[in-house]
């Protein structure tokens, strides 16, 4: 069976090289780069994960803290995986106490990315 990954990034390019490396993989890749997007995204059914990266943008990680608040509310078990671009660690405490499972430094490798969402979807727990 095919999860659906939400993949929230800013970036166009880094949006699609990411999406062909998780689809490879066997995800189905739903993509955004707007928290609004996301946020509506998230009350369909169907999404098994979400991946979104906080930036050093404070208006940006607001929104997306936004996105991650949102997850738990029709989704309680949704894995939520954090890619931290820059961030302050204040934002990325919020966002672990927003219901983030993991958080990962944003030049992880993609691999190790792939490898906690699998995890997560497996039950197996947080990191």
């Known amino acids: 069976m095919k999860h659906r990954l939400l993949l929230v ?11 062909e490396y998780f689809e490879a ?3 189905e890749v739903v993509r955004t780069g707007a ?3 996301a946020r509506e995204t998230l009350l369909r059914p169907g ?3 979400l991946l979104i990266e906080l930036c050093a943008d404070p208006s940006e990680v607001s929104d997306r ?14 894995p939520i995986v954090v890619l931290a671009d820059g961030a302050p660690a204040a934002f990325l405490e919020e966002a672990r106490r ?13 691999a190790e ?5 699998e995890r997560l979807l497996n039950g197996a727990g947080e990191a």
């Open 25 to 27: 993989l066997g995800f």
């Open 35 to 37: 928290a609004r997007d």
């Open 98 to 110: 927003l219901g983030a499972d993991v958080v990962l430094e944003r030049t992880s490798r993609l």
């Open 47 to 49: 999404i098994a994960a």
């Open 65 to 78: 803290l936004d996105v991650i608040r949102g997850a738990r509310r029709p989704q309680a078990g949704l």
């Open 113 to 117: 990315v792939a490898e906690n969402l």
């Open 9 to 19: 990034e800013g970036a166009a390019a880094t949006l699609s090289s990411m999406q």
